[in-house]
Nanobody
Framework: QMQLVESGGGLVQPGGSLTLSCVAS????????MAWYRQAPGNQREAVAAMTSFGVANYVDSVKGRFTVSRFTANNTRYLQMNSLKPEDTDVYYC???????????WGQGTQVTVSA
C-alpha cells in the first residue's frame, strides 16, 4: 500500500522560509506527476505547486516566484522550498499525485505551516 508522508512544517515569521518534504513508500513519482496541495479549515484543498515525472514544475500565481518544487536523485522524494512566506500561506500542506489519488495512503496527515508574527 502506498504511503505519502509530509514533513517540515512549522511556525515561521512573515518573510521567512521553510522546506517541506514528501516521501513516498514507492517510486510513484517516476511515473506520475505530483503536486503540493494546501487546505485551510473550511476551505477546499487546492494544488499550489506541481512537478511532472520529467521534472517540469508549475505553480499557481499566488506562490509563483516564492515556492519551488524540487527533487534529487530519489524518485520517491519531493521537496517544496517556500520563501518569502506570508500569513495567507498558513495551511496544512499535503503531497499527492496530480490528479490526486484517493486510494488508501495517498492523502497523508499533511504538515502544518503557520506564518505569523
Amino acid at each position: 500500500q502506498m504511503q505519502l508522508v509530509e514533513s517540515g512544517g512549522g511556525l515561521v515569521q512573515p518573510g521567512g522560509s521553510l522546506t517541506l518534504s514528501c516521501v513516498a513508500s514507492g517510486s510513484i513519482f517516476s511515473d506520475h506527476a505530483m503536486a503540493w496541495y494546501r487546505q485551510a479549515p473550511g476551505n477546499q484543498r487546492e494544488a499550489v505547486a506541481a512537478m511532472t515525472s520529467f521534472g517540469v514544475a508549475n505553480y499557481v500565481d499566488s506562490v509563483k516566484g516564492r515556492f519551488t518544487v524540487s527533487r534529487f536523485t530519489a524518485n520517491n522524494t519531493r521537496y517544496l522550498q517556500m520563501n518569502s512566506l506570508k500569513p495567507e500561506d498558513t495551511d496544512v500542506y499535503y503531497c499527492n499525485t496530480l490528479p490526486p489519488s484517493h486510494s488508501a495512503g495517498y492523502w497523508g496527515q499533511g504538515t502544518q505551516v503557520t506564518v505569523s508574527a
